[in-house]
């Protein structure tokens, strides 16, 4: 194969797996204001990401890295054309980071009220920015040889939009699911709920996604050369139904797994589309970026080939005892005694 | 300002402030580490209230070293678009592995340790901050041999319109970046032994927890003397090579103008920038320079003047943060020879006046570090890749000085919100002190 085309497998991959670890981060972030009524109940909510949340952003930190490492033109291009919105989404996680960080150090109310907001606004920004930069991706950006064309503005377009609030919604659910598999009680019942609420938009706006998709964007043509494909967005709403046929059946577990296995299909769905593009040109296709002439030499791309085949899996495996240590639900008790508790 | 020195100025404010951060989680994390090690071996329980206390502290610092980390890699692509694009086919790839193989195992395993007391066995729980530590150094490394192949490009070749990598053994092994990772790792050291030596004085002129703070301070003092000779040494033959590899910066950190052989060493030089000369100089080391520089008292050193103008960095800047830099360097040298005479001979606490100097010398490393990357950054100019590419070429084209003045400005309102949050905090626990040896939780597994 390509080694073009395995690192835009590769990069897929990372996109994907974030999308679908810090989904869950950025859901609960959202979410654990409203979910906890007190404040140990909040603490409880944020402590079911704590030892997980600064793992899960690294494999933003491996995309934008193999982005520079094996396409560089296109990180150098994507980064200082959507340089407005790159600049929010990073103060926002910025903030997330810190507000996580910080919440727990001191005990006043005013000081837990301000990284609650912190919070909230570090999880969902981030979320809708996503969203917003991938929809304009999949769409295209207006460019050429003069350069870029847009501006902050210019990407809140409907489709942009559109694509944003499914990126809030998706983690939304995502996010009160994991909530539900971590937490016992009133938060747990809580969470079910809002699951159970939110399920109802997150279809609605999926299916509108997805034919917004194929009225405003060209992925589709991807898959009409090769129909197969569409076993992708088909499974992606079989994911989405089993979500719901899992939470009605009291199974909060393999509802999440559901929901994890859906973010990954809606992500791979516009990135088979996309290929073998990474940023299109929204005005003349001759000035999309593509994982041809955006992508370092044969030699580089073999080199991180090795690392990243050899590695990748020693990240997986040491994530998966991590995730096993902390498979049980947060309690009271735990993080009340826990000094370091967030 | 345009966009270029807007660009640049943005890029010192947040790598200096990033800076701030890293030395300390560098080396307190190996402390840290080591305190757990030794309660895991011995059950003192003094040394797990020390890892609790200076753990504490580690995270605070810890938690915005991540997140300015952050912006890092960001920029390149946002403020430096042509640099990324020219040369991103080499540097890409270390920054690459670096989240593949340092940042991840730092950030997994930074979660094992803080949440994992009673979940993980005890052994297990201390070898999770050892691979923190591993992996914070590592980091270090990836990046270090990033920022040594801009100071001395290998193992590339010019083609299609950029810089591709041919060699990856040879940036691997490119010895200005493992001298850069060693003298940068060292001074992160030196900054977590001072930093560990300054809160203890602080507390041993208030003769509170006198046996905890003892021990801390002698640890942090034998830590800071290693670390610190380390950072001399290699900063010698780092110096070296800058002399052989990047004649230009050497001139300016000597405020060297003219050609000559055989140089001296002048203990005090005031440069005339506009003349071209130095306004004042001496008293002089006969031939000490050249030594210095190629190890033979007699070797050529050349001077700024054989350079065009526009080719050399700005003088001040280098000259005096080296030369302040050195002066630090050697001032906390002896501090910490003391330190460790004192301990040793268990009088600290009667030398209040050297605990005072100790407290207020906290942040004499900082600054050296700041200088140290002053000196390698703004001597490097004006190119951004030494002899390949000029730091004006490289600025992102697309990106209006508008945006980069609110950007700029963002950034110092929230950096400047994180960073009074963070001396609050640090101040705060640090004052506080330990635990009492009563109430501190023993894991339970």
Request: aromatic fraction near 14%.
């Given at each position: ?342 | 300002?345009?966009?270029l020195a807007?660009?640049r ?74 640099y990324?694009?020219y040369v ?59 920022n040594g192949w801009m100071q001395k490009p290998v193992?590339?070749?010019l083609?299609?319109?950029?810089a ?12 200005y970046?493992?001298?850069k ?57 780092n110096a070296a090579e800058i002399a052989r590899n990047q004649p230009t910066k050497f001139a300016a950190m000597e405020s060297l103008w003219e050609t000559q052989k055989g140089v001296g060493f002048n203990?005090?030089v005031i440069p005339d920038t506009a003349r071209e000369c130095n306004a004042?100089e ?6 000490l320079l050249s030594y210095l520089a190629f190890?033979n008292?007699d070797a050529e050193i050349k001077g700024l003047k054989a350079f065009p103008a526009e080719e050399r960095p700005p003088v001040w800047p280098v000259f005096a943060g080296f030369r ?48 140290g990357w002053i000196v390698a950054e703004i001597g490097r100019q004006p190119w951004i890749v030494y002899g390949v590419l000029k730091t004006s070429q490289a600025v ?50």
């Amino acid at each position: 194969m390509e080694l073009q085309i395995i690192w835009f497998v590769l990069w897929s991959v990372l996109w994907a797996v974030y999308f679908m670890l810090d989904g869950f981060v950025f859901g609960t972030g959202m979410l654990h204001y409203y979910l906890g009524t007190t404040d140990q109940e909040r603490k409880i909510l944020i402590n079911t990401v704590g030892p997980v949340w600064d793992g899960n952003e690294v494999w933003l930190v491996t995309a934008g890295g193999a982005t520079f490492a094996a396409f560089p033109t296109t990180y150098a291009l994507m980064f200082s054309y959507l340089y407005s919105a790159l600049l929010l989404l990073l103060f926002s996680l910025i903030i997330r980071g810190v507000s996580l960080e910080f919440r727990g150090k001191l005990h006043g109310p005013s000081w837990k009220k301000i990284w609650d907001l912190g919070i909230f606004v570090g999880s969902a920004l981030p979320a809708l920015l996503f969203g917003v930069a991938f929809g304009n991706i999949f769409s295209g950006l207006p460019m050429d040889a003069a350069g870029y064309h847009g501006s902050l503005l210019s990407l809140l377009n409907p489709y942009g939009l559109v694509s944003g609030v499914v990126f809030v919604i998706l983690f939304l659910v995502h996010g009160s699911l994991y909530a539900a598999v971590k937490t016992e009680g009133r938060v747990r019942e809580r969470a079910i709920e809002v699951a159970e609420g939110v399920w109802a938009a997150e279809l609605l706006i999926t299916s509108a996604f997805l034919i917004a998709t194929v009225i405003s964007t060209n992925l589709y043509e991807n898959y009409r050369s090769l129909p197969l494909l569409m076993v992708v967005p088909a499974l992606a709403v079989v994911s989405l139904v089993m979500i719901k046929i899992f939470l009605s059946a009291g199974k909060a577990l393999s509802a999440f797994a559901s929901s994890c296995v859906l973010i990954v299909l809606i992500i791979s769905t516009g990135l088979i589309g996309l290929f073998p593009n990474l940023i299109p040109s929204s005005t003349n296709a001759l000035y999309s970026l593509t994982i041809y002439n955006s992508s370092s030499s044969a030699y580089t791309l073999k080199i991180m080939t090795v690392v990243a085949l050899v590695f990748v899996p020693i990240v997986i495996a040491y994530k998966i005892w991590v995730y096993r240590v902390f498979r049980s639900r947060v309690t009271a008790d735990e993080v009340m005694k826990n000094e370091e508790a967030y | 300002m345009d966009t270029l020195a807007l660009s640049r100025l943005q890029f010192a404010v947040t790598s200096m402030f990033h800076w701030i951060f890293v030395p300390l989680t560098l080396g307190l994390s190996v402390l840290t580490a080591y305190m757990e090690t030794k309660y895991v071996r011995t059950a003192d329980t003094t040394y797990l209230r020390m890892t609790k206390f200076w753990g504490k502290l580690f995270l605070i610092n810890f938690a915005l070293g991540i997140v300015t980390g952050l912006t890092m890699e960001f920029q390149f692509g946002m403020n430096w678009a042509e640099y990324s694009k020219y040369v991103g086919d080499i540097f890409g790839a270390p920054l690459a592995i670096e989240a593949t193989l340092a940042f991840f195992l730092e950030s997994v395993f930074i979660g094992v340790w803080i949440f994992g007391w009673n979940k993980v066995s005890k052994a297990t729980h201390a070898l999770a901050i050892w691979i923190v530590a591993l992996a914070t150094n590592l980091s270090a490394l990836w990046i270090l041999l990033a920022n040594g192949w801009m100071q001395k490009p290998v193992g590339y070749v010019l083609r299609n319109n950029r810089a591709e990598m041919t060699d990856f053994g040879a940036l691997l092994t490119n010895d200005y970046g493992l001298l850069k990772f060693g003298h940068t790792l060292s001074s992160g050291y030196v900054v977590a032994a001072f930093f560990v030596m300054a809160i203890s004085a602080y507390h041993l002129l208030r003769k509170n927890n006198v046996d905890f703070f003892q021990r801390s301070f002698k640890m942090a003092a034998i830590f800071g003397l290693a670390s610190s000779l380390l950072v001399a040494v290699i900063g010698d033959i780092n110096a070296a090579e800058i002399a052989r590899n990047q004649p230009t910066k050497f001139a300016a950190m000597e405020s060297l103008w003219e050609t000559q052989k055989g140089v001296g060493f002048n203990l005090i030089v005031i440069p005339d920038t506009a003349r071209e000369c130095n306004a004042v100089e001496g008293p002089c080391v006969p031939r000490l320079l050249s030594y210095l520089a190629f190890h033979n008292p007699d070797a050529e050193i050349k001077g700024l003047k054989a350079f065009p103008a526009e080719e050399r960095p700005p003088v001040w800047p280098v000259f005096a943060g080296f030369r302040v830099m050195v002066l630090i360097g050697g001032l906390l040298l002896l501090l910490s020879v003391f330190g460790i005479f004192y301990s040793l001979r268990g009088t600290l606490e009667q030398h209040r006046l050297f605990l005072l100097l100790v407290l207020y010398a906290l942040p004499l490393p900082y600054i050296a570090g700041q200088l140290g990357w002053i000196v390698a950054e703004i001597g490097r100019q004006p190119w951004i890749v030494y002899g390949v590419l000029k730091t004006s070429q490289a600025v992102s084209r697309s990106v209006s000085a508008v945006q980069v003045v609110i950007s700029l400005l963002g950034f110092t309102v929230l950096y400047s919100g994180l960073g009074i949050v963070d001396v609050y905090l640090l101040t705060k626990f640090a004052r506080k002190g330990p635990e009492d040896a009563g109430s501190a939780a023993i894991p339970t597994r």
